[in-house]
């Protein structure tokens, strides 16, 4: 079994900075491509941010010179350096990876997402 777990969020003021990590644990082969994606109230999800296991990056227009998406393949965790939050940053985040398993078998798993809240 194979799961994502994020942690890092939190309330901050409009201007602050939070960090998100997000650890895969389990019968992990080899993780793929990692990525952020968000959910704000009433709204579809979207990504946010994806890097592949060499290290390409790619980012949503809204975030782009705010955010940076970064991975340690060692520690099998991504993070999300989030600066400049707005308001319009709140929104649950999840974590997505794409994995292939011990069993050679390819998923996509998710994480349970985390809440960041962007207010003063």
């Known amino acids: 079994q194979v799961q994502l777990v994020e942690s890092g969020g939190g309330l901050v003021q409009p201007g602050g900075s939070l960090r998100l990590s997000c650890a895969a644990s389990?019968?992990?082969?080899?993780?793929?491509?990692m990525g952020w994606y968000r959910q704000a109230p009433g709204k579809e999800r979207e990504l946010v941010a994806d890097?592949?296991?060499?290290?390409?990056?790619n980012y949503a227009d809204s975030v782009k010179g705010r955010f940076t998406v970064s991975r340690d393949n060692v520690k099998k965790t991504a993070y999300l350096q989030m600066n400049s939050l707005k308001p319009e940053d709140t929104a649950v985040y999840y974590c997505?990876?794409?994995?292939?398993?011990?069993?050679?078998?390819?998923?996509?798993?998710w994480g349970q997402g985390i809440l960041v809240t962007v207010s003063s």
């Open positions: 890097i592949t296991s060499g290290g390409s990056t």
């Open positions: 997505s990876a794409e994995i292939t398993s011990l069993t050679w078998r390819n998923l996509e798993v």
């Open positions: 389990g019968s992990i082969f080899t993780i793929n491509a």
